[in-house]
């Protein structure tokens, strides 16, 4: 339905299975069976730690991910993708992005997520990461060290960094050096997870732990928040609570077990993760 050879990528939008899926250069980037990912991946840094009020969002794709931290009213909320592309074929996902872009405060930014920060002196407290995957030259470099030491260096006190990362075609190699990486620039990660079976592993990346206050309460939320919730079968607050499975203690010792931590010189998971991507478990 959408077929666009852009800039920076080949992008495209198929009808299938009652839904559409947006494709950069022929892989799947976003689909309605990405909905609980996509969705959360806005709500959680909003909803743990304390209040924000500033936000980042790096890789636009269907907008579902913006759409959801527009439903907190953020005073900034700056969206960077670097193809247009991407940007004309999210539309079609309209009915589930809330429309992010027609939200008065956010501010579409084309650009490369690396490039942007480079050259922006603007801090958040909330920055989002959700490129495609390490194993994807142009994208890797988003996983890097260097890449968190940037984001840290733009993150208000209190600030966090919340990565998306897959756990697929991922070996015990690759996945301790990318949380080496993360947690050589932030001392305290906790990592969320959908549910048996989902494929995506979201880290929380912050300068500081998370408190009882920190934590959110159902009957605290805005009515369209729980709404937007309800649609990925969040329905309490121990629905919420759930979603929190590791500890920066357990990030930490799977950090310890990494050969080497991924950076721009190493280029380790863009040079390691292709050979193990189609392997089979064990």
């Avoid at 909003?46 to 636009?60: E, R, T």
């Amino acid at each position: 339905v959408y077929y666009r050879d852009g800039v920076n990528a080949t992008v495209s939008v198929d009808h299938e299975g009652g839904g559409y899926t947006l494709r950069i250069n022929g892989k799947p980037d976003a689909s309605l069976d990405d909905m609980p990912t996509q969705s959360l991946s806005g709500h959680i840094p909003m909803l743990f730690g304390a209040p924000a009020d500033s936000a980042l969002v790096i890789g636009y794709a269907s907008g579902v991910t913006a759409g959801a931290v527009s439903l907190y009213r953020p005073s900034t909320l700056d969206l960077v993708e670097i193809e247009p592309a991407v940007v004309e074929a999210s539309h079609f996902f309209e009915p589930q992005n809330l429309k992010p872009l027609s939200y008065e405060k956010s501010r579409l930014i084309l650009d490369d997520g690396r490039t942007y920060l480079t050259s922006t002196e603007s801090k958040y407290d909330v920055v989002i990461s959700e490129p495609s995957n390490p194993f994807l030259s142009g994208c890797s470099n988003l996983f890097t060290r260097d890449f968190f030491r940037s984001v840290r260096s733009h993150l208000n006190p209190g600030g966090r960094l919340f990565q998306w990362l897959q756990l697929y075609g991922m070996d015990p190699a690759g996945l301790s050096s990318l949380m080496a990486a993360i947690t050589a620039e932030f001392p305290y990660v906790y990592a969320f997870h959908y549910e048996s079976g989902n494929v995506d592993l979201l880290l929380y990346a912050t300068d500081r732990p998370l408190r009882r206050e920190d934590l959110p309460e159902w009957a605290h939320l805005p009515d369209s928040v729980r709404e937007d919730l309800r649609r990925v079968s969040i329905f309490s607050t121990a629905d919420l609570w759930s979603l929190l499975r590791l500890l920066p203690s357990d990030i930490s010792e799977i950090a310890r077990a990494a050969t080497e931590i991924n950076t721009d010189d190493s280029m380790f998971i863009e040079l390691h993760a292709p050979w193990v991507l189609h392997e089979s478990p064990e």
